[in-house]
């Protein structure tokens, strides 16, 4: 398995990989997969490429994407962990605690101590990976984008706060 940011080359994959995880996960994200499947290939191009600003990662298995996840700084300065997702196949063969792992570190690198990420509780095999990730819930609270009635609550993970030789698998 290998987990690296993209570039504008990996766009293919990208695209694949994020309307693959709206498909099998619909109320977990923000998008939808319909808002998703009408970016044009140049929407996608674009995203692809990692700035300061977003970093989406991608874990392969050979040439197939089967995995995500992303480093977006809001505009309040907030640096946020969004689009996780594993394919099911690769559920639970540290997949996902690579891509976090990617995250926090290109988070770090520039500059951001502080990592943030929207969760339902419900959700319980998230909510309790991002703890065993070091995130900790906070007392905020808002309606997913893509489906406003379900409430999402924000989680954080402070560097500071981590454990000592926090290895980052990349």
């Not at 570039?7 to 808002?35: I, N």
């Not at 994407?65 to 969004?82: F, K, M, R, S, T």
């Not at 906070?138 to 609550?153: D, F, G, K, N, T």
């Amino acid at each position: 398995m290998i987990i690296r940011p993209t570039g504008a080359a990996d766009w293919p994959a990208l695209k694949s990989a994020r309307l693959a995880a709206l498909l099998d996960a619909p109320t977990a994200f923000g998008a939808s997969h319909t808002s998703a499947a009408a970016f044009s290939d140049a929407d996608w191009q674009q995203r692809a490429i990692s700035t300061p600003q977003r970093t989406f990662f991608l874990a392969f298995d050979g040439e197939q994407p089967i995995g995500l996840a992303a480093q977006v700084v809001a505009g309040n300065g907030e640096c946020h962990l969004i689009a996780m997702w594993v394919q099911s196949d690769y559920r639970g063969l540290a997949v996902a605690q690579g891509l976090v792992d990617a995250v926090k570190r290109c988070a770090m690198d520039n500059g951001h101590p502080r990592l943030v990420l929207d969760v339902a509780p419900e959700n319980t095999r998230a909510a309790a990976f991002y703890q065993k990730q070091g995130f900790v819930f906070l007392p905020e609270w808002e309606a997913l984008e893509s489906h406003p009635h379900i409430r999402v609550q924000k989680m954080e993970w402070l560097a500071a706060t981590s454990k000592p030789g926090l290895a980052f698998h990349v």
